[in-house]
């Protein structure tokens, strides 16, 4: 699998676009590298610029953006309000897919080399990468700033890891290093002071403040929030102070939690959190564990759409009061999605319809039954949010909660198999359209084709399973959800069942071309068992159904 490497530099330069857009352009030039996300703050006169690739593509992409700042931004001019020490100020690797931390070391070294060497940049390696205890931390290797970095650089323990260990009065100096996954967030606040904002900001991170005990003696207090870093400022873009923080392990402290924090903290002190502010991106799952925070203080069902979580999130925090806050574009996973690899379900009802009525064979019988098990699993998570929200079962509303969430995973697993299944006849095509000239292309041909095969059986065998455990959450609604809508988890089991069979007939058809027949034989038998459960299923649910129709 290849590995996905991101690169999240900081650029000292906030304000100037055709600046920005240069750096941005080095970076797109590089092959191989996908440019993700680019924001700039005017007040902190600050980008962070987001991309991914494998190692050596995002190492150049760094170099080429590292030398463009070099040759287009002057420390010597630069104000804003961030922390800084460099044009590029820092340069830090995250591990994404397939890669590790040891993986994202080896970039910051092989960056910091030649940064050092060929731009004569002073290069700290920092967290990961750190070649000594007291850089492991950016705050401690960026103390001082650039207006400090001259005589700090002098100093045996600030010896530059590579470049020269002398002031770059133009560039500064720059931070490389490996780190886990941080979100840069802000909380905004209803106030102008920096220094209210600094109160708040040492209620909640993991630091705290300095204060005095008993005796006079200081000692630190640690604030609400661990692997949470904060600091307040004010913004004369938005006209308001923030809480600038970065959640350093999200698992530790979810975004939710800090922004609550903030809530508290702000409350207690007089003042109103309005809104927070996303810098770069983050991980889908953070705004979708918001969503269903947020949703259980509410004693709502959790279990809603991926788009609707993210929607209760953004509304919640209030990511979207000072800017536009598009999903698409802020969440990791869907920058790095390929917009092409589901076209069956991102296509309208009609266009699907009039895609199957057409004369290519797929999609098909197994892509139509899968997307039978989706409206069967989704009328049963119907019935169970509604009964979550039903007047007068205030008190049972977490049961059906919990059904909606299973019912959610369901759906979504089966919407994957829906283009799956036509991705697994169009192997089979693809396979039987290799050459057969010669004996060795007829033997690779052959097992193409047997593998290709194969994977044409698991996909519809899977929607068999799928639909068949969606059965029992569509049972449970029929029995015990609301009555109004005992029909709808009625038509739910005609479709879970039409899942089931439409499925195994696919399974039985790709089995008949398959050479292993133990293999063969040991699905078929499986198959039939789940078939005659689900058949048995759809009968009892019904019945279910008619007597509460009846009553």
């Excluded at 044409?456 to 059965?471: C, D, G, K, R």
């Amino acid at each position: 699998m290849k590995k996905i490497i991101e690169c999240v530099p900081n650029f000292s330069e906030g304000q100037d676009m055709g600046i920005i857009k240069q750096i941005t352009d080095a970076i797109e030039s590089t092959e191989g590298v996908k440019l993700l996300n680019v924001d700039p703050g005017k007040g902190t006169n600050r980008t962070v610029v987001t991309f991914v690739g494998d190692e050596n593509a995002v190492v150049e992409a760094a170099f080429r953006a590292i030398s463009k700042a070099a040759e287009l931004i002057d420390m010597r001019t630069h104000k804003g309000e961030h922390p800084r020490f460099g044009a590029t100020d820092v340069c830090p690797f995250i591990p994404i897919a397939n890669a590790t931390m040891e993986d994202c070391i080896a970039c910051a070294k092989k960056l910091g080399e030649r940064v050092g060497k060929e731009l004569k940049i002073p290069v700290y390696l920092y967290e990961y990468a750190a070649t000594a205890p007291h850089r492991k931390n950016l705050a401690s290797v960026r103390a001082g700033e650039y207006e400090g970095i001259a005589q700090k650089i002098k100093l045996p323990d600030w010896k530059p890891d590579y470049g020269p260990a002398e002031l770059n009065e133009k560039t500064g100096n720059i931070a490389i290093g490996g780190r886990d996954f941080l979100v840069a967030y802000n909380v905004n606040l209803n106030t102008t002071s920096v220094r209210r904002a600094n109160s708040v900001a040492f209620d909640v991170r993991e630091a705290g403040r300095k204060v005095k005990n008993e005796k006079g003696e200081e000692v630190n207090q640690p604030g609400a929030c661990k692997a949470v870093k904060g600091i307040g400022w004010y913004i004369p873009e938005y006209g308001i102070a923030q809480v600038s923080m970065n959640l350093t392990n999200i698992n530790i402290t979810p975004v939710h939690i800090a922004f609550d924090e903030c809530v508290k903290s702000a409350y207690n002190r007089g003042m109103r959190v309005t809104g927070s502010e996303l810098i770069g991106l983050m991980p889908l799952k953070a705004l979708l564990d918001a969503g269903k925070y947020f949703l259980e203080k509410q004693s709502r069902s959790t279990g809603l759409s991926e788009d609707e979580l993210i929607k209760i999130a953004v509304k919640s925090m209030g990511l979207d009061e000072l800017t536009p806050f598009d999903p698409n574009k802020r969440i990791i996973e869907y920058m790095l999605q390929d917009s092409n690899s589901s076209p069956l379900i991102n296509m309208s009802l009609t266009k699907f319809a009039n895609e199957t009525a057409s004369e290519s064979p797929a999609p098909g019988g197994g892509s139509i039954s899968a997307y039978a098990g989706v409206l069967g699993i989704s009328l049963g998570t119907m019935v169970a949010n509604l009964s979550a929200h039903k007047k007068g079962w205030d008190e049972r509303w977490k049961e059906f909660s919990h059904w909606a969430e299973k019912g959610q995973v369901l759906k979504d697993q089966l919407l994957k198999l829906v283009d799956e299944d036509t991705k697994a006849f169009n192997k089979i095509m693809d396979a039987f359209g290799l050459p057969k000239s010669s004996d060795a292309e007829k033997t690779l041909r052959k097992k193409a084709i047997q593998e290709a095969t194969k994977y044409a059986i698991e996909i519809p065998f899977t929607v068999m399973e799928l639909s068949l455990s969606s059965m029992d959450i569509i049972k449970a609604m029929a029995e015990t959800g609301n009555p109004n809508s005992v029909s709808d988890a009625g038509v739910g089991a005609l479709c879970a069942r039409t899942a089931v069979y439409g499925a195994f007939l696919n399974v039985k058809i790709n089995a008949a071309g398959f050479e292993d027949k133990t293999y063969v034989e040991e699905k078929l038998k499986t198959g039939k068992s789940i078939l005659d459960k689900a058949m048995s299923m759809e009968k009892e649910i019904l019945n279910i159904v008619e007597t509460k129709i009846a009553s």
